[in-house]
Every structure is written in structure tokens, then in C-alpha cells.
């Protein structure tokens, strides 16, 4: 069986380097769609997410290949405009290519994405931003008929910085005439990603990172070669394995201005964090102490993805610390799997109190979650004796090596493939 097999209390050391980051580069996937040519995107992390949305885009037509870490796509051969349901369901996030599909075909056919682990994942914010832009959608039978003979640019509010939406907007006004602006925009690190790969492009986007995003349509996108920005969530993980076992580490290419929110808590607990202009050096000699409330928000609130991971760092800590989950409805799966480990946690709707235990003990434990799993491995590094880790599958959604990284760090990690 698949699985990770992880002998913890033993103390980090050693350097690992941040893939590219996986919220970035399925955007910019879409975005390809939007040049009629070759792009060469740099540093794209091995993901099966990414492998998912290869799929999609070879099922309209393009082509892509890897060339060691770079992945080139070319959408010269678009010809459809359809995803099936099964490409459609194999990633939640697929929705991210109905707005560059309508913007360079003016039509799309896929059907409505399901949910995930972590809850439903409405597309709501989505469509009404779409149809505010010109685009007549029809919802029938699970599927998404959408038309939009010409997209016109105009002020589009979101209700909630939705970062799908928000990307989906931008792809969508670089094929409108005029001018949109995106009001009430998502502010994370991935959206001025996605806006500088689309300006690389030809694009004229600007604003991403702040609250409203301006884009002038309607200009002709060429291809080019764009680099990924480092995964800050990965970045976060092996800080925070480094703060669950103990040990000295360096994180090459973690930037701090991304995570800042996880280094502050880190800081609290009584980790050094060290940043440079080349990375994150992380010293954790001390027992940990438990840290103030964590709530999850939008950027640059505390994010989300990392809710699961500095849960698991802190749960040897002295003193209790109270998690509140405000974006995602279901993104506890992973307590009962740390509980399973000896972790002290009360879920109690959208809070979860953790109470800090002398020891952990390695247990089989089953990844319910791309994230959460992550977060079963930061504990399973500080609990004695040995961790089975299953369903492994989650993992590589998100982490090209997540394995064989941990192990650079001087973990004990073995990863069995029958
Ligand atoms: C992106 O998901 C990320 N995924 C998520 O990372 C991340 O957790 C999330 O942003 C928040 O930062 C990718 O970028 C591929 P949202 P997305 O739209 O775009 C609700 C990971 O582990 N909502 O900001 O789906 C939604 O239900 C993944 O790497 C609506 O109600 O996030 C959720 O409660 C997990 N209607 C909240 O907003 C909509 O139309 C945030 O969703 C859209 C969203």
C-alpha cells in the first residue's frame, strides 16, 4: 500500500528549496489559453494537480511537455470548449479555465465542479461576475452552458475576496473590450503571480495585491517564459515540521513577506525565525509554548492552507491555543487522525482548541485532505516511535516531493509505493 512511513523525535537539519508554488501556477495553466502560442513556464512543480490540468488543457487541443522542471504549453491547437465531467471532478479548482475559455472561444460547455474534503465549493461569486461582464450562463442538469459572443469590461464587486474569482475575472477581462475593475478583489501573493505572467504576456493588468484589480481588455497575448513563484504553503510546512521536531533548518526561496502571518505565530511559540534575501532559517531548541487565537482570513490574514499545519507543530506545546477556521466549512477532518496520535483537540463548529500534551506516540494515521495531511507528517516528525501515513494521494495534489524533502531536512521518511 502507498503510504509514508515516518519515525519521529528526531531533530531537523539541513536545506530544502520551495517548489513552485501550486495556487500559482494552476491560474497561469488557464491563462495559457489565453496566448496563442508557446509558453515556457519555469520552476512548475510536479503536482497532480498540475498533471490534471495538462489533461484539460490537451482535451481542448494544446499540448504541453515537461523539459526537466519547466513545463511548455502551446495553445496554437485550441479547438473545443468543452471539460468533461470527469476532468472536471478529477479538480476542484478546474473552474479556474471557464473565464479564459470564454474570453478566446466566447463559448464554454464544462460541468459545475464538485466539492471537496473541505466543504461544498461554490462557483456563485464566479458566474455572477462572469454574466456582469457579458457572459449569458445557463445551469442545467450539473452542467455550465456559457456564451459570451462579446465580453465588455466594467466595475465587477465580488461579495468576498474569492481568489478563484477574482483569477477567473482577470482572465476573463483580458478578453472584454474596455476596461474592468474588480472591486473587493482576493489580495494573496498568487493573484499578482497571476498578474505578472498575464503583463509578461502582453497583458495590461494592474492593482493584484491590493483590493482592486484593473485590467484593459482586448489586447492580443503572445507567448514567453515566466518563472513560478515559490509555494508559500510549502515554504510554511517545513517550517512548521522544523518547529514540530526540533532542529535547525533553511527553507531556500521562502519569502517571508508571504508568511508573515505563520512566522509570527512561529516567533510566538518560541521559534528563531531568520529570513534572508535567499530564504527562511528556522532554529527551534525549546519546548514550544502555545500561541494566541489563529484565525483564518483572506490575505494577509493568517491563511487558510495553514490552519491544519501550525496546528499539528503545536501540539507538544505548553498552554492551549485556539484555532477559529473562517474560510472553509470543513477543515478539521484532520483532528481526529492527530487525535489518533495522542494530540488534546476540541472541535467545537468553526473553532478548535488545542491543548498542548508532554508526548505523542506514531500511529497509523489516514490523510483526509491535501493539507491535513501535511499536517499529520509535521506531527508524526515529533511523536516517538513510528507513523503510517495512508491516502497519501492527497499529498501529491499539492507537494511534488513532500517525502524526499523532509528527508533533505534530515527526517526519517520512507515512502512505499505497493
Ligand atoms: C484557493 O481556493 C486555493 N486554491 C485554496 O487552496 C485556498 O485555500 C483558497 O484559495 C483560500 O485562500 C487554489 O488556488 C487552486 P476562494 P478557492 O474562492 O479559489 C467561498 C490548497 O490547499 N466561495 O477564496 O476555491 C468558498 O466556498 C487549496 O492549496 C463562495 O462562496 O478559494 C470558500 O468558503 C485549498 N463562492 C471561500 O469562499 C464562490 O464563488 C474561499 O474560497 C467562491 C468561493
Known amino acids: 500500500m502507498r503510504e509514508l512511513i515516518i519515525t519521529g523525535e528526531h531533530p531537523l537539519q539541513g536545506e530544502v528549496t520551495v517548489q513552485g508554488a501550486k495556487n500559482s501556477v494552476l491560474p497561469i495553466l488557464a491563462a495559457t489559453l489565453l496566448t496563442s502560442s508557446q509558453v515556457e513556464l519555469r520552476g512548475c512543480p510536479h503536482l497532480r494537480d498540475v498533471e490534471a490540468s495538462v489533461r484539460i488543457l490537451e482535451a481542448l487541443g494544446c499540448t504541453a511537455r515537461w523539459e526537466g522542471e519547466n513545463l511548455v504549453v502551446d495553445t496554437a491547437g485550441l479547438n473545443g470548449w468543452t471539460i468533461s465531467d470527469i476532468l472536471m471532478r478529477e479538480m476542484r479548482s478546474s473552474a479556474i479555465f471557464l473565464g479564459a475559455i470564454l474570453a478566446r472561444c466566447g463559448r464554454a460547455e464544462l460541468s459545475y465542479p464538485g466539492g471537496c474534503e473541505l466543504g461544498p465549493r461554490p462557483i456563485d461569486l464566479h458566474l455572477s461576475g462572469l454574466r456582469e461582464l457579458g457572459a449569458e450562463i445557463c445551469e442545467a442538469g450539473g452542467m455550465l452552458h456559457c456564451r459570451a459572443e462579446q465580453l465588455t469590461g466594467r466595475e465587477v464587486v465580488l461579495g468576498f475576496p474569492s481568489v478563484g474569482a477574482t483569477e477567473n475575472l482577470m482572465l476573463a477581462a483580458c478578453g472584454a473590450k474596455g476596461t474592468t475593475v474588480i472591486a473587493n478583489a482576493a489580495r494573496e501573493p498568487e493573484i499578482v503571480d497571476l498578474e505578472r505572467f498575464l503583463n509578461a504576456c502582453g497583458a495590461c493588468v494592474s492593482g493584484a495585491g491590493s483590493s482592486t484589480v484593473t485590467v484593459e481588455g482586448g489586447r ?32 531556500r526561496g521562502a519569502r517571508e513577506s508571504h508568511l508573515s502571518t505563520v512566522t509570527a505565530a512561529l516567533r510566538e511559540a518560541g521559534c528563531q525565525i531568520r529570513p534572508d534575501a535567499a530564504g527562511i532559517a528556522c532554529v527551534c531548541r525549546e519546548r514550544l509554548r502555545a500561541v494566541g487565537p489563529v484565525r483564518t ?25 485556539v484555532f477559529e477556521e473562517n474560510i472553509f466549512e470543513n477543515r478539521y477532518r484532520h483532528v481526529d487522525e492527530l487525535v489518533r496520535m495522542g494530540a488534546r483537540i476540541r472541535v467545537s463548529g468553526r473553532v478548535a482548541v488545542v491543548t498542548g500534551v508532554p508526548t505523542l506516540r506514531g500511529a497509523s494515521v489516514r490523510c483526509t485532505d491535501l493539507r491535513g495531511g501535511a499536517a499529520l507528517c509535521v506531527a508524526a516528525l515529533g511523536a516517538g516511535g513510528v507513523t503510517h501515513v495512508t491516502q497519501i494521494g492527497h499529498i501529491d495534489r499539492g507537494y511534488q516531493d513532500l517525502a524526499g524533502d523532509l528527508r533533505a531536512l534530515g527526517a526519517d521518511v520512507i515512502r512505499t509505493e505497493e
Open 297 to 321: 482570513a483572506p490575505y494577509p490574514g493568517f491563511p487558510t492552507d495553514a490552519q491544519a499545519i501550525l496546528m499539528a507543530a503545536l501540539l507538544r506545546s505548553r498552554g492551549t491555543t
Open 220 to 251: 492580443p497575448l503572445h507567448g514567453g517564459t515566466y518563472t513560478v513563484m515559490p509555494d508559500r504553503i510549502a515554504a510554511a510546512t517545513y517550517l512548521c515540521a522544523a518547529a514540530s521536531a526540533g532542529g535547525e533548518i533553511f527553507v
